[in-house]
């Protein structure tokens, strides 16, 4: 069982930054492949933000493309994501995920608000 810890949300005006972590309870580099931040807004559906893989390949949905950055620190279990410029269109609920090695399975964080005012 893996458990996702995801902080760092919260309610900024538009132009502004945040940056969400995801913190990891097990040891990132052995056990998870790729890892991401997936987001869902109020009658949406969730949708891929920002996936990193183990050895540091990142693909953004087009919309954050430029503005946001996905990284992670295998050393302290946690991924991240830098959000610069936010938009009141960026307003969410964001979940980390995490994909383990060899088909082991899949985790999902709980979630953290984001909210960008105009």
């Known amino acids: 069982q893996v458990q996702l810890v995801e902080s760092g949300g919260g309610l900024v005006q538009a132009g502004g930054s945040l940056r969400l972590s995801c913190s990891a309870s097990v040891d990132m580099f052995t056990v998870i492949n790729r890892m991401g931040w997936y987001r869902q807004a109020p009658g949406k559906q969730r949708e891929l933000v920002a996936v990193i893989t183990r050895a540091g390949n990142t693909n953004y949905v087009d919309s954050v493309e430029g503005r946001f950055t996905i990284s992670r620190d295998n050393a302290k279990n946690t991924l991240y994501l830098q959000m610069n410029g936010l938009k009141p269109d960026d307003t969410a609920v964001y979940y980390c995920?995490?994909?383990?090695?060899?088909?082991?399975?899949?985790?999902w964080g709980q979630g953290t608000q984001v909210t960008v005012s105009a």
């Open positions: 995920y995490a994909d383990l090695f060899y088909g082991a399975g899949n985790f």
